[in-house]
């Protein structure tokens, strides 16, 4: 009785160019995840803060995340009530806690902020938790 072999985990190319809405409230262009290569343990994406543009106030739900910024200047406003802030500028990165409430903005009204983000969840959008009670504690 002859067996279908088991495919083997092999090394993919993702070209930049397809994009998917975010619940966070931004739009990515698809990179590593379970849904384009079938990773298993992280995802990674480029997105594009366009000039005073911002996400929605989330957290990942048991998930990390890291930040680096490309090009431009990124400020998450972060912690309980979003009281807390970090600006990242280019060259620079930012973690983001496991269960951290968050909200990154773009506070040029010229530049856009354009980064490379990373998070230990390999289906990207699963983990996000709006927390819309959030939104309105930081403004722009």
Known sequence: MATTPTPQPTCVVV??????????GLSYFAGVSAETVGATGICM?????????RAK????AAHETAL???????????????RQRVTARAGE???????????????SATEPCVAVLARTDPNEQESVVPLPELDGMVGG
């Open 15 to 24: 070209r930049a160019g397809e994009t998917f809405a975010g619940k966070q």
């Open 45 to 53: 994406h480029l997105v594009t803060l366009p000039p005073g543009g």
């Open 57 to 60: 106030a989330h957290l990942h």
């Open 68 to 82: 680096y910024v490309l090009s431009g200047e990124s400020e998450t406003w972060f912690g309980e009530g979003l």
């Open 93 to 107: 990165f930012v973690y983001i806690p496991a269960g951290m409430p968050h909200l990154p903005a773009n506070a």
